[in-house]
């Protein structure tokens, strides 16, 4: 699992039916640098499927890859990255 940022919204013209119901997010994870004092670039962005309505700005935790496809077995999904959890506060040591 992997914090990001919310910066926007990916607009569609067309979808895989499956997708209907949910919205995709462009996400900035972060590093452990990102975390503390934000003085390093963010990673590479990536789209992110959202069920729990994140906004432009919010923290979250994602999954990846199979594991991203795991919740909504038996029926898949074509995702890369899921939306687990909208943070509203996080604690961490270095």
Do not use: C, Q
């Not at 700005?57 to 909504?72: C, D, I, K, Q, T």
């Not at 939306?83 to 996080?90: C, E, M, S, T, V």
């Amino acid at each position: 699992m992997r914090i990001a940022d919310v910066i926007g919204t990916v607009t569609l013209n067309r979808w895989h039916p499956s997708l209907s119901g949910a919205r995709l997010k462009l996400v900035a994870p972060l590093s452990w640098e990102n975390l503390g004092d934000g003085a390093t670039a963010p990673l590479e962005e990536i789209v992110l499927y959202d069920e729990l309505g994140a906004g432009v700005g919010s923290r979250v935790a994602l999954s990846e890859g199979r594991e991203a496809a795991v919740p909504f077995h038996p029926e898949i999904k074509p995702i890369d990255a899921y939306n687990a959890a909208i943070l509203d506060h996080l604690d961490y040591e270095l």
